[in-house]
């Protein structure tokens, strides 16, 4: 398996089982959330495990795409720690290798925007965060529902695929398509 498959294979899945998350496989999730690079290294994040129904249903009334969090088995609410843009960089840090480890072990996981500043402010009170925190991103996680979980309907109306990376990879400077001539 090529290095890169596990990035291009991952999927946001909105429509989750009832499947129970072994401990083991949640642990590694959340050891590789542990271990994602931050600026300076300064960490700036907690992370909440979010199993109780109703907690996770009142989160999903907290934002407009977070209404899959009701169908999760569980939720990792993204604790933030500063709104500056480094923080904001590491919060997707963040986010994306908490994706990546679920998917290593088929856990389907989507993320859940916390906004505007009501909203915020209902799931902070929710889950305990004390308002010096921002709550702008939670992780829905489950094992996928079946096969159509990991599919766009028909009706969906999102671009499908990739853009080929000769229209998206610039050389040297912008507008420049050509690799011919790059230092190599």
């Known amino acids: 398996m090529r290095e890169t498959e596990l990035i291009r294979s991952l999927r946001a899945v909105r429509q989750l089982s009832d499947r129970e ?6 642990q590694d999730v959340l050891e590789a959330g542990r271990w994602t690079g931050s600026s300076k290294n300064t960490q700036p994040w907690d992370l ?3 199993r109780n129904r109703e907690t996770l249903t009142g989160l999903s009334k907290c934002g407009a795409f977070a209404g899959h969090l009701a169908g999760a088995k569980l939720g990792i609410a993204l604790v933030m720690h500063g709104d500056d843009p480094w923080t904001c960089m590491d919060e997707g840090r963040l986010m994306q290798n908490l994706m990546l480890a679920a998917w290593a072990h088929g856990v389907g996981s989507c993320i859940g925007s916390i906004y505007p500043a009501d909203n915020e402010r209902r ?5 305990g965060i004390p308002n010096s925190l921002s709550l702008r991103t939670m992780l829905s996680v489950g094992y996928p529902a079946g096969p159509q979980a990991l599919r766009l309907p028909p009706t969906a109306r999102v671009p499908r695929g990739r853009r080929p990376l000769k229209d998206l990879a610039h050389w040297e400077s912008f507008g ?3 690799d011919r ?4």
Request: charged fraction near 20%.
């Open 181 to 184: 001539g790059a230092a190599g």
């Open 48 to 50: 909440i495990v979010v």
């Open 21 to 26: 998350i072994p401990d083991d496989v949640l």
């Open 123 to 127: 799931a902070r009170d929710l889950l």
């Open 176 to 178: 420049n398509h050509s």
